[in-house]
């Protein structure tokens, strides 16, 4: 199945072997090239692999729940499930777009990096989601901007987890 090969692409941290599965999807491309550097540079380690499964919109859709740096930094003990969502046209990828269950203090602390670390989004994190990004260096630089989230007067504390986390 053409979806399972696209997540054993992705997570194989290989540009050359995503960039040929991604050929007729080219909106979706740069920035899902882009993310599979950031979860490169993040440290991404599959911890669960769901099957993919069509949706009654004819979307496939491939949950997988990953540890990565990011989330470790922030120390909530919570690891994340970012799900694929492929859409065919007569058996060829032509289009693909996530999402995930990320916390609320996830996106604080992303937001809280953009407004007090100008110099990573200015540098490593400038050209986000394009194929001119440097998407490994901009996720080690976000985990470093996380941990200084944490560190810092503006740190809410760690929320509870979900009951349907772990």
Not at 25 to 35: D, G, V
Not at 119 to 125: A, I, Q, S, T
Request: proline share 8%.
């Amino acid at each position: 199945m053409i979806a399972e090969s696209f997540i054993d692409a992705f997570y194989s941290f290989d540009r050359d072997r995503l960039a040929p599965i991604m050929a007729a999807a080219p909106e979706s491309a740069p920035r899902l090239l882009y993310y599979q550097g950031s979860a490169e540079g993040g440290n991404y380690e599959v911890l669960l692999r769901t099957p993919c499964a069509r949706d009654e919109e004819g979307i496939v859709n491939c949950p997988v729940k990953v540890k990565d740096d990011r989330v470790q930094a922030l120390g909530t003990g919570f690891d994340v499930t970012d799900t694929f969502h492929l859409t065919f046209d007569d058996g060829v990828l032509v289009k693909v777009t996530t999402s995930s269950n990320d916390q609320d203090i996830y996106r604080q602390a992303a937001v809280w990096v953009r407004e007090n670390m100008p110099e990573v989004m200015e540098g490593p994190c400038k050209n986000r989601g394009t194929l001119e990004g440097t998407p490994v260096e901009c996720s080690r630089a976000m985990t470093a901007g996380y941990k200084a989230f944490v560190a810092s007067p503006d740190f809410p504390g760690v929320p509870p987890l979900p009951e349907d986390a772990q």
